[in-house]
């Protein structure tokens, strides 16, 4: 039986590899410092979709997204960000860790047929069962 | 005969600023709707429209001379306006208006040709003794020569397009081994973009301020300046921002390129407004560079700290009237700074970025003026220039008119397309430009980015990707959260998270 685990932060790690990191529940509020502010997303016909902060209305418009990756223009800025839980973060750090440390093994597959996917990549490990 | 009606050989943004003080000198005028731009906002500002729809030449009909006169005859026009580019400095089109008893809104044919030849007017300037950079006394034929003159007046060098502008058709050459290249492009490039592929020589002055004087000219012979306008905030020769007056030059050599300014007009009997544009380098020396016989893009500036307006002295003065005020009477009151927002990416190198312009709120303050052609519902098209707007704004000094710029780049709000707003923001935060100490080579060599961003920004835009993954996942529970705990999870899905890396 699957029980859920309950997720305390989000990050937005940025192309620029900078990375946000935000509590869970996601709030309409950002602490800088010891102060708290507060972020709304809004729409109106005149703006469109805008963020407000403080008290300063910026221009947003979500380009693309494909799963956790989000293309997002800002104040006419363009950023990618993709959303990393705590545990898809250590995964990442551990895949990248281990990049380029795997020599390349020609395998036989058991039963001929055609690949339509591959569900392992380089770094992953191969168990008995 | 006086002016009655103004066909506008033009579209955007200037076609509309003509008409507007066409229509407060009460005179009419007539737009040219093209098949591009069938519900160009300019449109609705003529009293006439004639429809060119169903032309489907590939030359744009603001390009066709025969097709111009014909429409300007037909209209019953008795004026051509033709505002910047196209036609605007085309000696042949001037005299195909004259010879078909159409007033031309401009210099004359003869003018035009001579400041238009860059090497006639280097000559013409030469014999008044007006400071030049050196250079070939005329067209070079081949690059054998252009070595022979570089080496005698040492390098580096710049190859320009006689017949040229803009920066097309223009190289600097460094090195005797780089000449043959550039001089083989230089041509080339010169041959495509003005039909002309003859090219001159001069000393590179490098790092040096661009900086222009407005001119108007009379057809009794009077001949003024009306002050400076510092352009150096260019990219590959293309201006991006400019200012009235210019913190480089105080009284003493305002009152010196001034004066050279007329000298240059003088020289061809120079009628209408038109602009002597020079080089100022670190020792404030100046050389002359290039008369541009039109009205250009940037004249608000000026028009902002003389008071006067260009276009209605455009038109009086074809109108054969006398400038109604001398030298001694063009008083310069604050600052003025233009930004060209352009549908441009500038995080990828300024690179064109047409489209449909989705929302379009511009500031309203009084010291904001807008020139622009473009409406919510407009189209940036890749057949003409990317200019969406001019932001012109104004202040007591050039620390006021910044501090509003500032605030102005703030209250604009463009969709649809990127534009260079954020190239503007950075640039009213940047020490060198603040400081005044900037030249031509500012954007390639003083800049690591072209765009303003703050942390706090990046921050929103991170915490928007956030909360939109949360709508997207979280609360729709499409992600087994399961998979924390390291339990039993579809290869499928890991498969799929796998790939995002």
């Known amino acids: ?129 | 005969m006086k002016i009655q009606k103004i066909l506008i050989a033009n579209r955007g943004e200037i076609a509309i600023r003509i008409m507007k003080t066409a229509q407060m000198m009460k005179i009419k005028t007539v737009a040219v709707k093209t098949a591009v731009e069938p519900n160009a906002m300019y449109l609705s500002f003529a009293d006439e429209i004639f429809d060119n729809t169903e032309d489907v030449s590939e030359i744009p009909v603001f390009l066709d001379i025969e097709k111009i006169i014909a429409i300007a005859l037909k209209t019953g026009a008795n004026a051509v306006h033709p505002g910047y580019g196209f036609l605007a400095e085309n000696a042949y089109f001037a005299q195909k208006c004259l010879d078909n008893k159409l007033i031309f809104i401009g210099p004359s044919p003869d003018a035009i040709y001579k400041m238009g030849n860059k090497t006639i007017a280097r000559k013409l300037a030469m014999q008044r003794g007006i400071p030049m950079a050196m250079g070939s006394e005329g067209n070079i034929s081949n690059e054998e020569e252009a070595v022979e003159i570089a080496d005698k007046i040492g390098y580096p060098v710049i190859i320009k397009a006689a017949s040229g502008g803009g920066g097309r058709g223009m190289r600097i050459v460094r090195k005797a081994e780089e000449m043959e290249k550039m001089f083989f492009i230089a041509s080339k490039e010169a041959e495509k973009a003005f039909n002309d592929p003859s090219v001159f020589i001069e000393k590179y002055i490098e790092n040096p301020k661009h900086i222009e004087f407005q001119i108007l000219g009379d057809t009794k012979g009077n001949v003024i300046h009306l002050g400076e306008r510092e352009c150096s905030i260019q990219r590959k020769h293309q201006k991006l921002l400019e200012e009235a007056p210019s913190c480089a030059i105080d009284k003493k050599l305002r009152k010196k390129m001034g004066r050279m300014a007329v000298e240059i007009a003088k020289t061809v009997n120079y009628t209408s407004a038109g602009t002597v544009e020079f080089l100022l380098d670190s020792d404030k020396n100046f050389y002359f560079m290039e008369m541009n016989t039109r009205i250009q893009v940037e004249h608000p500036v000026t028009e902002i700290v003389t008071g006067i307006d260009l276009i209605e002295q455009q038109i009086r003065i074809a109108n054969g009237e006398a400038l109604k005020f001398h030298q001694e009477d063009i008083k310069f009151t604050g600052w003025a700074i233009e930004c060209r927002i352009n549908a441009e990416n500038v995080q990828a190198g300024f690179a064109p970025d047409p489209g449909k312009i989705e929302n379009l709120t511009m500031p309203s303050e009084p010291y904001v003026r807008v020139d622009t052609g473009i409406q919510a519902g407009s189209s940036i098209v890749a057949n003409y220039d990317s200019m969406i707007a001019k932001l012109i704004v104004s202040g007591k000094d050039r620390k006021e008119a910044i501090k509003n710029c500032k605030m102005a780049l703030d209250k604009v709000w463009i969709r649809g397309t990127k534009t260079t707003l954020p190239f503007f923001r950075m640039l009213v935060r940047n020490q060198k430009f603040l400081n005044g100490s900037f030249t031509t080579a500012f954007i390639e060599k003083d800049l690591d980015k072209y765009y303003f961003n703050s942390e706090y920004e990046k921050m929103l835009a991170a915490w928007l990707a956030t909360k939109l993954f949360v709508e997207e996942n979280l609360q729709a529970d499409s992600i087994s959260v399961d998979f924390e705990n390291g339990k039993e999870m579809s290869p499928w899905l890991l498969n799929k998270r796998i790939n995002q890396f």
């Open chain 1, 1 to 129: 039986m699957n029980s859920k685990l309950k997720i305390d932060k989000l990050y937005a790690l940025s192309s620029e590899s900078k990375k946000f990191s935000f509590p869970m529940p996601l709030k309409n509020k950002i602490k800088i410092g010891k102060r708290e502010y507060i972020v709304q997303l809004k729409a109106d016909e005149i703006y469109g979709t805008y963020i407000l902060w403080k008290n300063r209305k910026y221009s947003v418009e979500v380009v693309s997204s494909r799963q956790n990756k989000y293309e997002i223009l800002f104040n006419d800025i363009s950023y990618t960000f993709t959303v990393e839980t705590p545990f898809s973060l250590q995964r990442m750090k551990v895949l990248n860790s281990k990049k380029g440390k795997v020599e390349q093994e020609s395998v036989k597959a058991p039963m001929p047929g055609k690949i339509i996917d591959v569900l392992v990549r380089e770094g992953s490990n191969v168990l008995r069962r």
